[in-house]
Protein backbone atom coordinates (compact mmCIF):
# COMPACT_ATOMS: atom_id res chain seq x y z
CA UNK A 1 0.00 0.00 0.00
CA UNK A 2 1.38 3.52 -0.97
CA UNK A 3 0.70 6.31 1.29
CA UNK A 4 0.78 9.99 0.15
CA UNK A 5 1.06 13.15 1.97
CA UNK A 6 0.89 16.59 0.69
CA UNK A 7 2.00 19.94 2.12
CA UNK A 8 2.27 23.26 1.16
CA UNK A 9 -1.47 24.58 1.83
CA UNK A 10 -2.02 27.45 3.24
CA UNK A 11 -3.73 31.02 2.71
CA UNK A 12 -2.49 33.08 0.39
CA UNK A 13 -3.66 36.64 -1.29
CA UNK A 14 -5.18 36.75 -4.99
CA UNK A 15 -2.09 37.00 -7.09
CA UNK A 16 0.11 34.79 -5.23
CA UNK A 17 2.29 31.96 -5.57
CA UNK A 18 1.93 28.37 -3.78
CA UNK A 19 4.14 25.14 -3.93
CA UNK A 20 2.84 22.08 -2.86
CA UNK A 21 4.81 18.85 -2.24
CA UNK A 22 3.31 14.90 -1.76
CA UNK A 23 5.66 12.67 -0.23
CA UNK A 24 5.05 8.67 -1.23
CA UNK A 25 5.72 6.34 0.80
CA UNK A 26 6.63 3.96 -1.65
CA UNK A 27 7.98 5.99 -5.13
CA UNK A 28 8.55 3.02 -7.34
CA UNK A 29 6.63 2.18 -10.25
CA UNK A 30 4.54 4.93 -10.04
CA UNK A 31 4.07 5.70 -13.27
CA UNK A 32 1.61 7.97 -13.09
CA UNK A 33 0.94 10.72 -11.02
CA UNK A 34 -0.98 13.70 -10.66
CA UNK A 35 -2.76 17.02 -8.93
CA UNK A 36 -6.89 17.23 -8.37
CA UNK A 37 -8.45 19.67 -6.54
CA UNK A 38 -11.82 20.13 -5.25
CA UNK A 39 -13.81 23.62 -4.67
CA UNK A 40 -15.80 23.94 -1.20
CA UNK A 41 -19.74 22.50 -2.37
CA UNK A 42 -17.76 21.64 -5.85
CA UNK A 43 -16.65 18.64 -7.85
CA UNK A 44 -13.26 17.54 -8.17
CA UNK A 45 -11.43 18.27 -11.34
CA UNK A 46 -7.56 17.58 -12.65
CA UNK A 47 -5.06 20.10 -12.43
CA UNK A 48 -1.87 18.53 -13.58
CA UNK A 49 -0.44 15.13 -14.76
CA UNK A 50 2.82 13.66 -15.27
CA UNK A 51 4.11 10.12 -16.11
CA UNK A 52 7.18 8.18 -15.17
CA UNK A 53 8.87 9.84 -18.33
CA UNK A 54 8.14 13.01 -17.06
CA UNK A 55 5.41 14.01 -19.82
CA UNK A 56 3.18 16.50 -18.53
CA UNK A 57 -0.59 17.50 -19.24
CA UNK A 58 -2.27 20.72 -17.75
CA UNK A 59 -5.66 21.42 -17.49
CA UNK A 60 -6.54 24.46 -19.63
CA UNK A 61 -7.34 26.79 -16.57
CA UNK A 62 -3.35 26.46 -15.45
CA UNK A 63 -1.72 26.01 -18.21
CA UNK A 64 1.36 28.74 -17.94
CA UNK A 65 0.55 29.19 -14.38
CA UNK A 66 1.67 25.41 -13.30
CA UNK A 67 4.14 23.46 -13.20
CA UNK A 68 4.33 19.77 -12.20
CA UNK A 69 7.39 18.15 -11.44
CA UNK A 70 8.61 14.69 -9.87
CA UNK A 71 11.74 14.96 -7.29
CA UNK A 72 13.16 11.86 -7.17
CA UNK A 73 15.44 11.99 -4.61
CA UNK A 74 12.77 12.79 -1.96
CA UNK A 75 10.08 10.85 -3.43
CA UNK A 76 7.96 13.33 -3.99
CA UNK A 77 5.59 14.85 -6.30
CA UNK A 78 5.67 18.84 -6.84
CA UNK A 79 3.02 21.26 -7.89
CA UNK A 80 3.76 25.31 -8.22
CA UNK A 81 0.98 27.61 -9.22
CA UNK A 82 1.10 31.28 -9.14
CA UNK A 83 -1.47 33.65 -9.87
CA UNK A 84 -4.10 32.38 -7.88
CA UNK A 85 -7.14 33.36 -7.95
CA UNK A 86 -10.10 33.20 -5.14
CA UNK A 87 -11.91 30.46 -6.88
CA UNK A 88 -8.93 28.28 -6.74
CA UNK A 89 -9.89 27.63 -2.93
CA UNK A 90 -10.10 23.89 -2.56
CA UNK A 91 -8.57 21.10 -1.50
CA UNK A 92 -5.34 20.02 -3.41
CA UNK A 93 -5.22 16.17 -3.50
CA UNK A 94 -1.70 14.05 -4.52
CA UNK A 95 -2.70 10.97 -6.53
CA UNK A 96 -0.88 8.25 -7.66
CA UNK A 97 -0.84 4.82 -9.98
CA UNK A 98 0.91 2.06 -10.93
CA UNK A 99 -0.69 2.04 -14.03
CA UNK A 100 0.30 2.31 -17.78
CA UNK A 101 -2.93 4.44 -18.75
CA UNK A 102 -0.64 7.33 -18.79
CA UNK A 103 2.54 6.17 -20.61
CA UNK A 104 1.77 7.73 -23.78
CA UNK A 105 0.65 11.32 -22.39
CA UNK A 106 -2.74 10.67 -21.01
CA UNK A 107 -4.00 11.74 -18.18
CA UNK A 108 -6.52 9.52 -17.04
CA UNK A 109 -9.62 9.68 -14.82
CA UNK A 110 -9.82 10.35 -11.47
CA UNK A 111 -11.01 6.56 -10.78
CA UNK A 112 -7.93 5.13 -12.59
CA UNK A 113 -5.67 6.36 -9.66
CA UNK A 114 -5.54 4.19 -7.09
CA UNK A 115 -3.52 6.31 -4.54
CA UNK A 116 -4.58 9.49 -3.25
CA UNK A 117 -3.47 11.77 -0.10
CA UNK A 118 -5.94 13.54 2.40
CA UNK A 119 -5.44 16.58 0.91
CA UNK A 120 -3.90 19.94 1.48
CA UNK A 121 -6.45 22.74 1.86
CA UNK A 122 -5.34 26.17 -0.31
CA UNK A 123 -7.13 29.43 0.18
CA UNK A 124 -6.46 32.50 -1.44
CA UNK A 125 -8.30 35.34 -0.64
CA UNK A 126 -9.15 38.92 -2.32
Known amino acids: QVELVESGGGSLQAGGSMRLSCRAS???????MAWFRQVPGGEGEGVAF???????QYESFVKGRAIISRDDANNALLLEMNNLQTQETAVYYC?????????????????????WGQGTTVTVSS
Open 95 to 115: AADHGTFCSDGGTGMAFEYRY
Open 26 to 32: YYSYLNC
Open 50 to 56: INNNNNT
